[in-house]
């Protein structure tokens, strides 16, 4: 089966995140604010250097008032 | 913030899991063999008791032939 690594789908994840935070005009100090999360964990989702939970990824999709199917 | 609660957001998620592993024709046996994991991880996951993670989540839905997005 082809897949893809685990690193390659936390990049291309933090990637999005990033791209549609950046389209809100949010900082990551005030989504981290909004969803309740630290914002040094907003900056480690971005870089691919977490493999965020299911609820997270929910929760920041609400707090950034887009989708979670967003990300993907 | 009006948000959904942690278990509302694994159990959506996992009732999406299952209907998508049965229209495909699959049991939980099969899709864990394809994906590398545990048939009762599977299992957790569709009732909503487990928080799953971003790679999983992208492993399973590649294993189904769907994209993440479809889960959401």
Redesign the interface.
């Known amino acids: 089966?082809?897949?893809?690594s685990?690193s390659a789908?936390?990049k291309r994840?933090g990637e999005n995140l990033r791209s549609i935070r950046k389209s809100k005009g949010l900082s990551q100090e005030t989504l981290a604010l909004?969803c309740g999360l630290d914002r040094t964990y907003i900056g480690g989702v971005e870089r691919g250097e977490r493999?965020?939970?299911?609820?997270n990824?929910?929760?920041i999709a609400?707090?950034l008032g887009v989708?979670?199917?967003?990300f993907?």
């Open positions: 089966m082809s897949s893809d685990g789908i936390q994840f909004i493999n965020i939970s299911l609820v990824i929910v929760k609400q707090s989708e979670a199917k967003d993907f």
